[in-house]
């Protein structure tokens, strides 16, 4: 049973974590979010933290670490990630990225995995405009993320499902 009284589903379970006002911040990627403002950006380290608490909660199998690195997209670089399974090598590029994501939307790394990365987004897109060009920029960086998805696998859909979205997960097949 999940925090909020519901059952995991047949597609996982359902990840959920609050903030004070109540807020929900761990959902499936294919539930529906709608627009954020870019006014009201939620606290970067606070978001991060509260999805790792919940993400620890619900996967205690994880092992999670500190990494002293002078940010995330670096600790991605230090800890000798080998990058992407099947996708991508080097790391640098991936960091790169992350970095991007940092100065863009106040993103840090929750979690990474072999083959999965997940982060927690403080001001993520808020019109469908800009959604639909982070959704060609994740289309490039993570295809699977979209093409093996929720369906529609088109990049308007998936561009609405981001729309607002405090999380973003990345994995590769």
């Known amino acids: 049973m999940l925090p909020d009284g519901s059952e995991p589903t047949a597609q996982g379970p359902e990840v959920h974590a609050s903030t004070s006002q ?3 911040l761990l959902r499936r990627p294919s539930d529906r979010y709608g627009p954020a403002s870019r006014d009201k950006a939620t606290n970067p380290q606070q978001l991060a933290s509260e999805l790792a608490e919940a993400f ?6 994880t092992r999670h ?15 000798g990630r080998a990058g992407p399974c099947n996708h991508e090598s080097d790391t640098a590029k991936l960091s790169a990225v992350v970095r991007g994501r940092e100065h863009r939307f106040g993103a840090r790394v929750v979690t990474v995995g072999f083959s ?5 987004i403080a001001t993520p897109p808020g019109s469908e405009h800009e959604a639909l060009l982070v959704a060609a920029e994740h289309l ?10 929720s369906r529609p696998y088109t990049l ?7 729309a607002g979205a405090h999380r973003w997960d990345f994995w590769w097949d």
């Open 116 to 120: 999965t990365l997940h982060l927690g």
């Open 156 to 162: 308007a859909a998936y561009a609405e499902r981001i």
């Open 65 to 79: 670490g500190l990494v002293a690195a002078p940010s995330d997209a670096e600790a991605l670089t230090a800890v």
């Open 22 to 24: 109540g807020a929900s």
């Open 140 to 149: 490039a960086f993570c295809p699977d993320t979209i093409r093996q998805s």
């Open 56 to 61: 620890r909660a619900h996967c205690p199998q």
